[in-house]
């Protein structure tokens, strides 16, 4: 397959390991924001979308298919990315099948370098734009590489193949977590946001327990995870959450528990600040640069 | 040494892979419940706290030393262990270090077969009862074995050596938690409380972080952790949450990040519902029971 003999990181460890088909090196990125970014001040992530769309001459939609409130929404990104010093930016709500498969919203996505969804409810991006002539148009774009794709907290949800849409009991079960499929342009891993904020850690592993081969990714709000092949880079103010129960872990339904929990033991978790990056044919986290004042307090992580 | 020449388990696994030195299988239980303890209902936790301690004739002695509302509390445990058929449960509030030296409360300690600390503020515990005749008895009746210990919140919190006392970064850094010395009652773990419903994950990495060698356990309300030498059984509603940064675990701190914020990786995580247990000594998950239903979804953990 001519993907796998074209790894997208040259990385001395070995691809084989992991669970993760890399993507083609030549898609576009994705910023994939765990919610509540800043809009009003310096803007470090919407400031890295438009300069991975372009710069100021980048060309943006902003997609509302998420939002019932498209038009408080609408207008703070449009202030935010006219701050930014980009001159072409329109938001287009998309609040249904109609207009998802319409030739003008099909025209917009084709002419834009960027395309970013705000937050909402995922499931309506689900439904409203899952096989529509809008999503065909993104997926050809993206493969092609000419557009980013950002997404904030409903608009992160939806970029893995599995989608998480609700849940939260306290511990891990089987029933925990609601998911649905997503628009998929990120393989191997299922997203969730406001982690921190919202103390999502047990709803992400209810995801991950019976989807093992899935890396489960948790973002902070003003945070976000830029895709680069299969490059995650962490970016802005809160960490990044990686679950990985594919390794050495086990999933046991105990003898003496109430419906559906279950107990997770030996999955492998990383806690990623700005800086950081991950790669997801590896399942490693790498350091890009050297860092400064590093303290290894124990041994390092072996492959 | 004599104690480690009596391990506490038959466990085939290899005590000289854990960090931690076993209690003196003699100590008496502790049960550590991390918040909200049903009080009202079917008081599955403070049932095993009375059967610990003796059942219908345990003598009980409330420990009111963190709450500032004792006129609230008291009676609401008194009731509790009322309903549950204990003839002898008395309140003491030792809000000051005269009472926590007074002859009387010594007395009181001495004469019980179970002391149960209410929740509250952690740091009253240490500075009122650290180093005073009552903290004096509490030890001496621990480790004679005829005495089971609880508490509930700050009173879970002041079980370890190392107490958390606040916090709350999102990012896991080497500030983000404060830490002071607990009671001691059991080493090598540092305790956090209300874990999932307050989403504290960060706040606990950030304290193991700084001390790999101490297991960090976080526990959901109306869930206890008893422990019985170097054995943990879970027991109620949530579920136990293992994070271990002592293996194959590292902490760097990166070169593009905010003042102090530190990445782990490699950081071994297990969550137990109720019905499970851990071995302190191996710092491995064990079943006592087989579960029925097992879902074995990858590889077993490996010792």
Redesign the interface.
């Known amino acids: 397959m001519s993907i796998e003999s074209a790894p997208v990181t040259p990385s001395s460890t070995d691809p084989a390991e992991g669970e993760f088909t890399p993507l083609p090196p030549h898609r576009g990125p994705l910023l994939i924001i765990g919610g509540a970014e800043d809009r009003e001040g310096p803007k470090v992530i919407l400031q890295r979308f438009v300069d991975l769309a372009g710069g100021p001459n980048a060309r943006i939609v902003i997609v509302g298919t998420a939002t019932t409130v498209p038009g408080e929404v609408g207008p703070q990104y449009l202030d935010a990315f006219d701050d930014l010093g980009v001159e072409s930016a329109q938001f287009l709500s998309l609040s249904g099948r109609r207009e998802a498969n319409s030739p003008g919203a099909v025209e917009e996505i084709r002419g834009a370098s960027g395309v970013f969804f705000t937050g909402g409810d995922q499931s309506r991006i689900a439904t409203i734009l899952g096989g529509s002539k809008v999503e065909e148009a993104l997926h050809e774009r993206h493969q092609a590489g000419d557009l980013v794709i950002g997404g904030t907290s409903a608009g992160a949800a939806m970029m893995s193949g599995t989608m998480i849409l609700g849940g939260g009991d306290?511990?891990?079960s089987m029933t925990a977590v609601r998911t649905g499929p997503g628009l998929g342009f990120v393989d191997g891993i299922v997203i969730d946001m406001h982690f921190?904020?919202?103390?999502?850690?047990?709803r992400l592993?209810a995801a991950v327990?019976?989807r093992?081969h899935e890396l489960g990714i948790g973002i902070?709000?003003d945070t976000a995870l830029q895709v680069d092949g299969s490059t995650l880079t962490v970016l802005g103010?809160?960490?990044v959450?990686i679950?990985d129960?594919?390794?050495?872990?086990?999933?046991?339904?105990?003898?003496?528990?109430?419906e559906g929990?279950?107990?997770?033991?030996?999955?492998?978790?990383?806690?990623?600040?700005?800086?950081?990056t991950f790669d997801l044919s590896t399942r490693q986290?790498q350091?890009?640069?050297?860092?400064?004042?590093?303290?290894?307090?124990?041994?390092?992580?072996?492959p």
């Open positions: 306290i511990v891990p921190a904020e919202r103390g999502r850690l047990s592993l327990a019976v093992p902070d709000e103010q809160g960490g959450t679950v129960a594919g390794q050495g872990a086990s999933v046991m339904a105990p003898a003496e528990a109430q929990s279950v107990a997770l033991t030996g999955v492998l978790l990383h806690v990623l600040p700005s800086g950081y986290p350091i890009v640069e050297a860092p400064r004042d590093a303290t290894d307090l124990t041994a390092p992580t072996s």
